[in-house]
C-alpha cells in the first residue's frame, strides 16, 4: 500500500472511462465537480478542475490509447482532500522539458499540475500503460477564524 492509500477515506473510488475525443475533458470536469460537491470539496474545485483538464487532455492528445480502449479516470476522497488519477495505454512517461533557468520539469500543463497539485507522479500499471495522478488538498475551513 503506497502513502496515499493509506490517507484514502472508505470511499469507493469514482472511475469513469472516456473516449480520446476532446469533448471528454469537458464531461469530466463536470463529474468531477459534481463528485466535490458531493464529497463537501467544493473548496478544492479550482485547482482539482486545473489538474483534471491538463492530466485528461495529455491523455486524449497524447495518450495513443488504441481502438476500442478508453482513457480511464479515478477520483478518490482522501483525508485532506481528492486523489485524482488518469490511466492510459501509452508506455511513454511524461517527458520533461528544461525550464528557461535550466531546472527540469515536465511539459507546460504538467508544469502547472506541479504548481497547484499537492503531490503528483507517475505509477506504471500491471497492464499496458500508466496512471499519472495528483492530489489536491482542500483548504481548511475556519482557519485562523
Request: aromatic share 6%.
Amino acid at each position: 500500500m503506497d502513502e496515499a492509500e493509506s490517507d484514502a477515506w472508505p470511499v469507493a473510488a469514482v472511475v469513469s472511462r472516456w473516449p480520446r475525443h476532446p469533448r471528454s475533458v469537458g464531461q469530466a470536469r463536470e463529474g468531477l465537480r459534481k463528485t466535490l460537491a458531493a464529497w463537501e470539496l467544493s473548496d478544492a474545485e479550482d485547482a482539482a478542475l486545473l489538474v483534471l483538464s491538463e492530466l485528461l487532455g495529455n491523455a486524449v492528445v497524447h495518450g495513443r490509447v488504441p481502438r476500442g480502449r478508453e482513457v480511464e479516470t479515478r477520483y478518490l476522497r482522501m483525508a485532506y482532500g481528492v486523489r485524482i488519477e488518469v490511466h492510459d495505454t501509452a508506455r511513454e512517461l511524461p517527458r520533461s522539458l528544461p525550464l528557461p533557468d535550466g531546472e527540469m520539469c515536465s511539459g507546460r500543463g504538467l508544469f502547472l499540475v506541479e504548481a497547484v497539485a499537492d503531490r503528483w507522479g507517475v505509477t506504471r500499471r500491471t497492464g499496458p500503460g500508466k496512471a499519472v495522478w495528483a492530489e489536491v488538498a482542500a483548504p481548511r475551513s475556519g482557519a485562523g477564524a
